[in-house]
């Protein structure tokens, strides 16, 4: 019986690891067959910008893959199983928390091993993940190339930057890069969404006001907006808006 071809396929999130990687891979004459892209609908613009501009350099085609149905249908019209999780007719999953992430499954994972089952037959599927050195999560049948090499976050991002790469600033902005409208991204990364993408923000101000759960489980978005405009009276007037007394009026500003 002949044995299988290899297929080395890049999972590239667009980040400054999944970039690094790809980069290196090449730079070291590693074999790179598929170069895979997942668009959630909700990447940053200059996520795609970069996307084609690294296509260019690499010279190398990079398929955008996207899943049938949009971020948007999940949040507002999948019919949910249980009512317990979804609005009172039934519609629409909540926004992603610590313990259910459907947008990385539905919109990324899935997407991707469908992809990929068309090459079961014929090849074993090399995947080959973008996580730095420094990073802990990692599982047992992919290839992390950047852990192999010993280069850190730090280092992957400084790499890019070397050749070239500045994703427009999105990294001068935000320590992580992914979905602009995460639940999961910390509250210092929304604060500088709404400064620097206020149109972003307002859409998801309108986001949250249309689906039936929080945005995150302290807060709404129309919350934050509350938060962020306080901050910047306080500011304004000298107060420490880390400090107790801050915190103290801003319980009572939000009702909580
Ligand atoms: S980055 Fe956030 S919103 Fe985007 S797929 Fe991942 S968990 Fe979901």
Redesign the pocket.
């Known amino acids: 019986m002949n044995e299988k071809s290899i297929k080395n396929v890049i999972s590239l999130s667009g980040g400054k690891d999944s970039t690094a990687m790809l980069l290196m891979m090449l730079e070291k004459n590693m074999p790179v067959d598929l170069i895979l892209f997942c668009d959630?609908g909700?990447e940053f613009p200059a996520m795609l910008r970069h996307i084609d501009k690294l296509e260019k350099y690499v010279e190398y085609p990079i398929i955008r893959l996207k899943a049938e149905k949009e971020?948007d249908y999940y949040l507002y019209q999948h019919k949910a199983k249980s009512k317990k999780h979804s609005n009172d007719i039934g519609y629409g999953w909540p926004f992603?928390n610590g313990t259910n992430?459907w947008?990385?499954s539905k919109?990324?994972t899935d997407v991707i091993n469908k992809h990929l089952r068309k090459f079961n037959k014929n090849y074993t599927v090399k995947q080959y993940i973008g996580i730095a050195a420094d990073e802990p999560k990692r599982i047992k049948d992919k290839i992390y190339p950047l852990y192999d090499f010993g280069v850190t976050e730090k280092e992957a991002l400084r790499y890019c930057y070397e050749k070239g790469f500045d994703w427009e600033g999105l990294y001068e902005i935000f320590d992580r890069v992914?979905?602009w409208?995460?639940?999961?991204?910390s509250i210092d990364n929304l604060r500088k969404l709404r400064e620097h993408f206020p149109k972003l923000w307002d859409e998801l101000i309108i986001m949250d006001k249309k689906t039936w759960n929080k945005f995150k489980a302290d807060y709404t978005v129309e919350q934050l907006e509350m938060r962020f405009e306080f901050e910047e009276e306080c500011k304004n007037i000298g107060m420490n808006i880390k400090g107790r007394e801050f915190f103290k009026k801003l319980r009572i500003l939000l009702n909580k």
């Open positions: 959630t909700k971020y992603s992430r947008c990385t919109l990324k992914s979905c409208c995460c639940p999961l991204q």
